[in-house]
Every structure is written in structure tokens, then in C-alpha cells.
């Protein structure tokens, strides 16, 4: 009877222990099940909050390529990104940009923002006249309000005037014929190793008595040291970098807008930019001419909008022309009544001439008659002549000849302009990220 006990007992020890093991079995059976379901749901988490993120990404790149390439764009807007959406916030003020961009897939969030500003490249003209070896020619009854800088002769004639300080670089520096007025109490001053038969209102700064003949002044300073020649403000290294800014927009044969209106860079252009008589063309990044650049009588050119209190410029390695009644405009835009700009508000457009074309007044590398008050003429190397119609604000060259009654204001802000690629390019990116 005890062995039968015993034996029935250890066989309910067999059955307990198999269904705990069972039950230990079912239990991980479960867990596993469980853990399974939670990596699918994390696994599907995942994947959905990264279409949401890329869908984000993908709004914040649309809307960059959009505002970089100058192509249409809405200021809000939503884009489809396979089974997800983008929410698109763009914020555009002058030169500065801020995209917010929310990404959804399935009620995952996921948000970005980007921030963008355009580069631009500071240059300072201190002078409303600045030249190189070549010197400065001036003819009856032509002014300059502004100080003047030559590393070359300055030479005047009946009733030339010049508006404040007049300098003539180096031992050869040499002042002819000319009339210095003053504006404030310090200036009205000649320097130059050698002055000659000029009125000079306050000082005259020269050599000795052998170097100033048939002068007067309000007061003389012999024994003056001869000025030093200054460099020109913009360098060859700065011109090609404008270059690379309009290659941005891509390359296109010459170009001529005859009549109505159009919107240009940033560009190349392989051949020569013409704007014939009636037309209306608005800058919207750096243009690069190869060849020659005319603006025909009776044309406006413009800066968009958009560039703010930014100024452009225009670079053209051939020669440049500007015809009568041509109005020139920066950001401030242009008024058709009056046939003038807006009041200008520190935005300027630069014409760069890279011609080597100098001495002959017959033959310049830029010729400018124009009534304009928004425009910089430069050239490193060659001559500008300016025309009796001429009305500018600041005028940079190797070499300068001014006709009879032609007119040159200086603009005190020149001593610190921005030079931008535009809203079509130059754009740089400050931050890039996260937020949601």
C-alpha cells in the first residue's frame, strides 16, 4: 500500500512541473509576442516620423530652389511627399529668409527651419572722383561735388570747379587750371607737387615756390609733402568674383531688348548686352557681358526691389555706352512720372568696365551721357568719358575726361555700399534645423 502512495504522488509532481513549464513556455510565447508588436510599432513609429521629417526636408529644399532660382512661390503652401505633406511657412524680408517647414505622416510631426541671408561684398569710394595714372581732364564749366584723388595730372580749364578737396599724387602730381571751392570750414584744399594757375579758396599744399605759378589761395604751405598714390577700391580678384556670382544663372548668347520690358540675372552673357530705345529692364542678380554694353537714348534700367538698400553691379569686359536720357535706378525703383527714380535710399547699380581702352576721349572704355543720379561708373584700366548730360554719383578710372557743364554729386553713403548678387543668387545659408 505504501509504494502504490508514493507512486501516485510523484505523479502529480510530474504534471505540476509540466504545466509550469508550459506556463513558463506560454509566458515567453507572450513576451515575445508583445515585443514583437512594440518593435513593429516602434518600427512603424520610426518610419513614419522619418517621412515626416524628409517630407519636411523635401518642403524646406522646394522653397529654397524656388527663391534661389527666382521661380514662383507662395508664402504658404503645402507640398505631397508620397504619403506624407509638408506645411511651408516662407518669410522673405530684403536680403534675409526664414522657411519653416512641418512635416506629416499619419500625425507624426516632425518641423525644420532654415534661415538665409545674401552675401554681399562691401566697397568704399571716399571720393566722388577717384583716378588712377591716367589723371583727370576737366572742360568749361564741368564740377565735381566731392573731394577728388589722382595718381595722375589733374587738368581744368575756363571755370572748372571742384567742391572740396582736390589731390594730385606723387612727384609728377601736377594741378592746372583749376577753381577749389569750399564747402565746410576744413576743406577747399589743393595738394600737389606742383600747382598752376589756379584759385584755391583755402589751402594750397605744394613743393616749394618754383612749383606754384599764377595761384592763388587762402593760404600757402610750401615745403608739402608730395600726397601718395592710392590704390583703386575694387580689386581684380573682387571683379571675378562677381563673375562666378552671374555664371550662377546659367550662360546665354548676346542680348538685346528691343522695346517693353524684361527682368535679367543673374547671367552670362556670351556677347553683348544691348537696351534699345522705349525699354525697361529690371536687374535681378550680377550680370557678366563679355562683349560691349549700350543702353540706347530713352531706356531705364532698374535694381528689383529686392535688393533693398543693397546696390548690383554690372560687369562687361568690352567697352560701355550710355546714351542721352537714360535713367538708371536702384532698389527704389523707377517712377514713370517724371521719368525719375523713387527717392534713393542707399541702393546703387555699378557699371564695371574691364577694357583697357585709354587715352583717346574718341575711343573710351566707358561714354556716359546720362541725367542720373543711382549709378557708379568703375574701370581699373581704362578711360571714362563723360558727356555733357552726364549727372553722377560717383566715378572711378583710370583715367577720366570730363566734357563742358557735365556734373558729378558725391553720395556720402559710397563710403560703405553693399554689393549683392541679388535675389537670384548670392544666397547663403546660416543655420539649418530642427525644431518639433
Not at 598714390?229 to 580678384?237: K, T, Y
Request: hydrophobic fraction near 40%; proline fraction near 3%.
Amino acid at each position: 500500500m505504501m509504494f502504490k502512495f508514493i507512486k501516485k504522488e510523484n505523479g502529480y509532481v510530474a504534471f505540476f512541473v509540466t504545466i509550469l513549464v508550459l506556463s513558463a513556455l506560454l509566458g515567453i510565447a507572450i513576451s515575445i509576442v508583445i515585443l514583437t508588436l512594440s518593435i513593429q510599432k516602434i518600427s512603424a513609429n520610426i518610419i513614419k516620423s522619418s517621412q515626416a521629417y524628409y517630407a519636411a526636408e523635401a518642403g524646406i529644399e522646394d522653397s529654397l530652389l524656388r527663391i534661389f532660382s527666382s521661380i514662383n512661390y507662395a508664402p504658404s503652401n503645402t507640398l505631397s511627399v508620397g504619403g506624407a505633406t509638408a506645411d511651408i511657412a516662407i518669410e522673405k524680408v530684403s536680403t534675409s529668409l526664414t522657411i519653416e517647414s512641418q512635416g506629416n505622416a499619419s500625425g507624426r510631426i516632425r518641423k525644420l527651419r532654415v534661415k538665409a541671408f545674401i552675401t554681399s561684398n562691401e566697397a568704399s569710394f571716399y571720393y566722388g572722383v577717384q583716378v588712377g595714372d591716367g589723371g583727370l581732364t576737366m572742360n568749361g564749366n564741368a564740377q565735381i561735388l566731392g573731394n577728388v584723388y589722382s595718381n595722375g595730372p589733374v587738368i581744368g580749364s575756363g571755370n572748372t570747379e571742384i567742391h572740396g578737396d582736390l589731390y594730385a599724387a606723387k612727384a609728377t602730381g601736377v594741378i592746372d587750371s583749376m577753381n577749389i571751392i569750399k564747402v565746410g570750414t576744413e576743406d577747399g584744399n589743393a595738394h600737389a607737387h606742383t600747382i598752376l594757375n589756379s584759385d584755391i579758396e583755402n589751402g594750397a599744399y605744394y613743393f616749394d615756390n618754383t612749383t606754384i605759378i599764377g595761384t592763388t589761395a587762402g593760404s600757402l604751405y610750401p615745403g608739402s609733402p608730395d600726397p601718395e598714390p592710392e590704390d583703386l577700391p575694387i580689386s581684380d580678384i573682387q571683379i571675378n568674383k562677381w563673375k562666378d556670382d552671374a555664371i550662377v544663372g546659367g550662360t546665354i548668347g548676346s542680348y538685346s531688348l528691343n522695346g517693353g520690358n524684361d527682368s535679367l540675372g543673374p547671367i552670362k552673357i556670351n556677347g553683348d548686352l544691348t537696351i534699345k530705345s522705349n525699354s525697361n529692364l529690371t536687374q535681378t542678380g550680377t550680370i557678366w557681358v563679355t562683349g560691349n554694353f549700350v543702353l540706347e537714348s530713352n531706356t531705364v534700367i532698374q535694381l528689383a526691389g529686392s535688393y533693398g538698400s543693397n546696390s548690383g553691379v554690372i560687369i562687361v569686359d568690352g567697352n560701355i555706352s550710355l546714351s542721352s536720357n537714360v535713367v538708371i535706378c536702384g532698389a527704389e525703383g523707377y517712377k514713370s512720372v517724371g521719368n525719375t527714380c523713387y527717392d534713393n535710399t542707399g541702393s546703387f547699380l555699378m557699371f564695371v568696365s574691364n577694357s583697357s581702352s585709354c587715352c583717346n576721349p574718341a575711343s573710351p572704355a566707358i561714354w556716359a551721357n546720362s541725367n542720373t543720379n543711382a549709378v557708379i561708373l568703375y574701370t581699373n584700366s581704362g578711360l571714362i568719358r563723360l558727356g555733357a548730360a552726364a549727372r553722377l554719383k560717383e566715378v572711378t578710372g583710370y583715367a577720366i575726361y570730363i566734357d563742358s557743364n557735365a556734373n558729378i554729386t558725391y553720395e556720402s553713403g559710397l563710403a560703405n555700399i553693399n554689393f549683392t548678387s541679388g535675389p537670384g543668387g548670392g544666397w547663403k545659408i546660416d543655420s539649418w534645423e530642427e525644431i518639433e
